[in-house]
Structure formats: C-alpha cells, structure tokens
C-alpha cells in the first residue's frame, strides 16, 4: 500500500509539471508564381510572405487570435478581416526601392533562405543592375513577439535613392503615420538639428502596429510621397549616395499592446493612462511570476496564493461577519414577523440587535468589493500577455492558458467548486427557509460557466483556486468560532492533595 500512494504522488507531481514544448519550429513554403517565386516563413504568431518580385515583404498575416481578437495583416495595403484580407490595388509593398520617383526594382531579385536552425530563418533578397546593388535580409525567430530583424544595404550612387516602408493609408479610422525621435513620439518629421536621434517610423493603429525601429541608419532621412498609381506611401531616402550605405533595424508587425511594444523598443509610442500603467504592473508582475517558475499554470497559481494572503485579513473580518449574521437570522427573522407593519421600529430593533451581538452588517462588504478589481485585472493581463502566454510551455492538458480550455474540464471544476461552496454556505442556515436569495446562489454557478465558458482557461484556473481557498478559509474561520462558542474546558485539579501521574 505504501509503495502505491508513492507511484501514485509521484504520477500526480509528474502530472504538475508536464508542460507541452513550446512555440514550435519555423515553417516554410516556396510559392511559385508568374515568372517569380514566394516564400512564406510561419512562426507561432505571424506568417510573413516575401517574393522575388521587387525583393517586398507583401504580408505579415498575424494568424494567432487571443480572446476578442481576430487574424489580421500588418502590412499596410491590406483590406478586409480574418482570412477575407486583399491586397488593394495600385498600392506599394515594404521595402520596395525607388531612384528619385522611379521604382528601381520592379525586376526579379534573387531570394536565398538560410536555415541556422529549425528556430530561425533568414530570407536574402539581392539584385545588380547597372552599378547599383541592393542587399535586403529579414532574419525571422520563431519566439519572437512580433518582431523581424531588418538588414538592408545600397551600394552605388544615385540621386534621391528612396526606400518604401509601405502605402499610408488616409480616411477615418486610418492608422497614424508615427516618427520615434529621442524615444518621443511625434505625428510629422522633425527638423534636422531639433533631436539627438532618428529611432524610426511607422502606423501605429487602434489594434495593429507597422514599425521599422531603426539602430542604424546614418544618412537615411524620412520622406512621404506618391508613387506611380498616386498611391501615398512613406519611407526613407538618401539624397545623395555615393558609394555604401547600410539601414539595419527590427521591424514590428503586431499588435498595439504596450507590454510588447516595450520588448522592442517602442515604448515611446504609447501614452498611459493611470489604470493602463497598474495593469502593465500587474502583467510584468505575472511575467516575474513566470520567469520565476518556467510556466504560467504556477504564475497563475502563486499569484492566486499571494492575493489570498494578502487579503486574508479583509476576508477574515468578512468571514466572521457572515458567520454571525447566519447565526443571527433566526433572531432577525422574528423581529420580521413581530413588526413587519412598522419597518421604523423593525429598523431600530434590528441596529439594537447589531449593537448586542457586535455585529457590522457591511462588514462584509468591502472584501468581496476589492475582488472584483482583481479578478478584471488578472482578465486584462492575461489577455494583453496572450502572445507571451502562447508563446510559453503549456500547463496539465492545456497548450495555451491565454485560449479557452479545450475539454472545459477547469469550467466544470470551478463549477462543482462554486455549488460545494454554496451547500456549505446553506448548511449553516438550517433555520433559514430557502428563499430567492438562495436560489440565485445555486444558479449563479451554472449560468457563469454557459455564458463565461469561453473565457481564458488561465482566469478559470484562477478563480478555481480563489474558491478552494475561501472554503479552506471558510471552514478554518468556522473552528475558530466554534472554539470561541464553546472553550475547551481545563482538566479539573486534584481533589486529595496528590499530583496526577
């Protein structure tokens, strides 16, 4: 028997930690078209498309979809949602190179993909023409978080040598067209001489960001135009090359949540409010958590544990509270019926009755209130880390914490949880009839796990927990009390002088 609880609890610790590999490998796909050829490079979060036509970048496909959130296209000139996207017509693709207005590159480049590892992809585009060479490199990591390392290089000379960064899109709704100097943000071009530092430009629309932050870019200066098709576009150019010039940087291709704009060096473009700046807190919080422990199951969990103790204090007072008004109920039910035609007096009689028991009514109050709080900020910090949480190693059964739970096997614990919790709770109201209150008690469960179902199994994770521990803290305030009710009794003192052996 002892040797099968220990296979046994080591099956169950075996269990705890098994965590799913995470993200996976690089996927590539050549794609053969009219006289050129694609290549598509699919990590865990985005899907680029680079062809030999110009030596463009024409997508970076955001294929993964947190809660609330759907599949979209970075690359400015893309219309439509989801899997629905078209590319408009007449408009100019990122990294597209121009001799003054002329574009320079509508032939054929050469691509090349080099493989380090299954982790990394470089795509190299190249071309020679005429005394004039371009060299572009994209080097894609699959754990990265939306980000693709930019190399580009113009040898040759030439007057007003441009490079396109992308169609700017105009009308309502429209991304803004954004310029990083000094790590401010600003809606036009500075002035040379104003700023330390050009860091970069780019859109930085409601749920998507296109930005190119630039490390290195001496001679590069931003410029917005129309090209051919009377398209506007906006990019860099170099008034007067003369020999070499090198622009290298990152290029973010995702969503608009701070956390990941900071990871990659723009968080400059972010102005937060004062809850935004308590939530980022509490997500770098969850990140700490995560660092700390390698998984996310146990962030959730030890940030579960944490806020229990944190607020054991507050819930014990609301504990002992609603304890003594189960106990004063039948009490309170009888000035009910005595004065139920005098609600003045069935008033002063039941503060009278507070006053005796020392019972504060509200007492309860206040902790269930600073609940809530939590539990919306967990929810927004899961959802605004959900690449991160994607992007980590899975937690039991579940690959991804920032994604419903598949089974709904936490939905369905945390529900059996939540009625237990309410049996418990009735159980110390024997001589309460069972009224509406209580009713809604044992359909407020059900009706959170139809309508809420879909929610990040991490917040399920996180709100089972928070119910184990209150019936824990439930029944520890429990003995306490009972122990205050009825004291242990001393043994009683020898009666004959002797002392007891």
Known sequence: MERFWLAF????????????????????????G??????????????????????????AFIHFSSYRSQSLDAVPGWTGSGEDLALAPGVSLPFEVWLGDARADEDVYTMKLERPDEDTASVRLSKEAQGFSVFKEFTVHTDALYTMDVLLRLQGTGKGVRVILG????????????????????????????????????????EAVYFLRLDEAQGFAPFMGLNANGQPVFGLEVQNLQGEVTLR???????????????????????????????????KFLEWLYHLTGNYGWAIILFTLITRVVLYPLMRNQLRSMA???????????????????????????????????????GGCLPTLLQLPILILLW??????AEQIHLSPGFLWIRDLSQPDPYYILVVLTTGAMLLQQWLTQRRMPE?????????????????????????????????LTTIFQMGQQLVIDWEMARERHPPVPPEAPTDGSESR
């Open 324 to 362: 003594k008004m189960q106990r004063l109920a039948p009490k309170i039910k009888k000035l009910q019926e005595r004065y139920k035609d005098d609600p003045e007096t069935l008033q002063r009689q039941m503060m009278e009755l507070y006053r005796q028991e020392r019972v504060n009514p509200l």
């Open 34 to 59: 009219e006289g050129h050829r694609d290549l598509e490079v699919k990590g865990s979060l985005v899907r680029y498309r680079f062809s030999e036509l110009g030596g463009t970048l024409t997508s």
């Open 432 to 464: 309460q009839a069972t009224g509406g209150s209580q009713a809604l008690g044992w359909l407020f469960p059900v009706i959170m796990a139809v309508l809420l179902m879909s929610f990040p199994a991490g917040l399920w994770l996180y709100y089972f």
């Open 167 to 206: 169609h700017r899109p105009t009308g309502k709704g429209a991304p803004e067209l954004r310029f990083l100097y000094d790590g401010k943000a600003y809606s036009a071009p500075l002035s040379p001489g104003s700023y330390t530092r050009f860091e970069g430009l780019g859109l930085v629309g409601k």
């Open 249 to 283: 940087g990152v290029l973010y291709t995702g969503r608009n949540r701070y956390v990941l704009l900071d990871k990659a060096g723009l968080a400059g473009l972010v102005n937060l409010d004062p809850f935004s700046r308590f939530l980022v807190a509490v997500m």
């Open 380 to 385: 927004q910090a899961i959802l605004y880390s």
């Open 9 to 32: 609890g080591a099956v169950v610790v075996g269990l705890c930690v098994f965590a799913f590999g995470a993200p996976e490998p690089l996927a590539v796909n050549w794609i053969q």
